[in-house]
Every structure is written in structure tokens, then in C-alpha cells.
């Protein structure tokens, strides 16, 4: 009879996969790895402590994210950033978590409320010691890190509700993608804004079971960043490519995708 059972070295091989992705996908949103960066298979499994097979693995899951591209036999690279992506990114999430939270709102129950009260709370409090130390050094990456982690995670519970599992698995791709220009937006801060704030609006919103303004007001927080990264000079783009893509790069933030 045959067994559909993995075996513990099939198991075992999924989990460093698992892991290599996971590093991988890290380094990749923290800027380690650069936009545009070639990266080698001879190099990266020295690096990340995984065979060759198992790395390869890895880049796949990270190719079906869009965080990597794969170029026919030249391997890998890190997904370019630009301006114009960015706009794609940002008005598909709108759509597509705005539409996710009104499901949510109409169908979450009282355990939902409570743990979107949950998450909330846990984001204010990331919130305030953001705020209170710069950015920049150890303790500063350590709060930043702990702010993404919480802001991710009320996002989640925001549309947890809405029963679309593709919605879900969209918005999750989304969202990371977003992760790369945020944190650029968020290091050079070129507009001031009150994330906590906005955060506020569409928690009472949520709670008030108004559908229209809490998605309204979604909108907005989501497109707020975008803003932040047009304004941000060109350079700042071009610095986060890798040298190689920069080059091939003759201006991402043209004048009409500033528009």
C-alpha cells in the first residue's frame, strides 16, 4: 500500500526550505540584499548554512512572492524598486484591502472586536517607544522591528474576519511588498504624518461598525506612504538599488510617475 506520509528527511529538507526563505525574505525587506542584487547560489548557501537544492527551494518561494525574479539560466536577482511599482502596489492593496475589511466588518463577532482591541493596543505601545528614540543604532532597529511586527499583525486582524482565502493570500503578498518602500518612507521621513493617528481613525471606525469610513479611512493610511515615497529625491530610490541596477536604471521617479 502506498503512503502518502513524508518522510522525516522529506520533512526535514521542507523545514531548512522553510527557514533559508524566511532569512532570506528578511534580508531582503531590511535592504541586506539589495534591489536589483544578482544573487548566487555558490555564495548564498555558504551564507545561509543550506545546500544548493535547498537554496534553490528558498529563491522559488521568494520568486512567487515577487521579492525575487528568476532570468531564464542567469539565475536570481532581488526585484528592482521604483516609483512606478510602488503605485501599482499601493492602489491594488486599496482595493483589495479595502473590500476585505468591509467583509470583515459585516461578519466579525465579538472575538474579533476583541482582537483587533488586542492588536491595537500593542501597536500604540510600539508606537510610543518609536517615537520616543531615533530610529538609527540598536535599540532604535530593535523598536522599528517590533513596530513592523505590530503594525503587520493589526493589519491582519483588521480584515481576519473577511472569509476570502484569496483575498488573504494576495493582501499578504502585498503587504510585503510594501514592506521594502515603508521602511525607506519611514527612515527618510519626507512628509510629516501621525501614524498613530491614522491607526486611531481606523480602529474607532471599525468599532463603530462603519464600514464606509473605516474603509475610507484605510485608504487613505495606505496611500499615505505612497505619498511620503514620492517625495522622496530620486537619489534615495537609486541608492536603494544595487550599483548594477542603478545603472540600467535611467530615472525611476520620472516627472510623470510623480504625478
Not at 492593496?93 to 492588536?119: C, H, K, M, P, Y
Request: include cysteine; glycine fraction near 4%.
Amino acid at each position: 500500500m502506498l503512503s502518502n506520509a513524508s518522510s522525516p528527511t522529506q520533512t526535514a529538507d521542507a523545514t531548512l526550505a522553510q527557514s533559508a526563505y524566511l532569512r532570506l525574505r528578511s534580508d531582503i525587506v531590511d535592504g541586506v540584499l539589495m534591489p536589483g542584487e544578482k544573487l548566487r547560489v555558490e555564495h548564498l548557501k555558504d551564507r545561509y548554512a543550506v545546500g544548493a537544492g535547498t537554496l534553490r527551494e528558498a529563491l522559488a518561494l521568494l520568486v512567487a512572492d515577487a521579492l525575487v525574479v528568476q532570468q531564464g539560466h542567469r539565475g536570481f536577482r532581488v526585484t528592482p524598486i521604483s516609483l512606478a511599482d510602488f503605485i501599482d502596489i499601493t492602489e491594488t492593496r486599496v482595493q483589495l484591502e479595502t473590500e476585505a475589511l468591509r467583509q470583515s466588518i459585516t461578519l466579525g463577532d465579538d472575538t474579533w472586536e476583541a482582537n483587533l482591541t488586542s492588536a491595537f493596543h500593542l501597536l500604540t505601545l510600539a508606537e510610543e517607544r518609536l517615537a520616543s528614540g531615533a530610529v538609527g543604532g540598536s535599540s532604535g532597529a530593535e523598536a522599528f522591528a517590533q513596530w513592523e511586527e505590530r503594525n503587520r499583525a493589526f493589519h491582519e486582524v483588521l480584515i481576519a474576519a473577511c472569509p476570502s482565502r484569496w483575498l488573504h493570500h494576495f493582501l499578504a503578498i502585498l503587504y510585503r511588498q510594501s514592506e521594502r518602500y515603508r521602511r525607506l518612507s519611514i527612515t527618510h521621513q519626507p512628509v510629516p504624518r501621525d501614524v498613530h493617528e491614522e491607526h486611531q481613525a481606523i480602529f474607532d471606525a471599525c468599532l463603530a461598525r462603519d464600514a464606509i469610513k473605516a474603509s475610507e479611512t484605510l485608504a487613505a493610511h495606505i496611500r499615505k506612504t505612497l505619498e511620503a515615497v514620492r517625495e522622496l529625491p530620486d537619489a534615495v530610490i537609486n541608492a536603494a538599488n544595487s550599483p548594477a541596477q542603478s545603472a540600467r536604471n535611467t530615472s525611476p521617479l520620472t516627472a510623470e510617475s510623480r504625478r
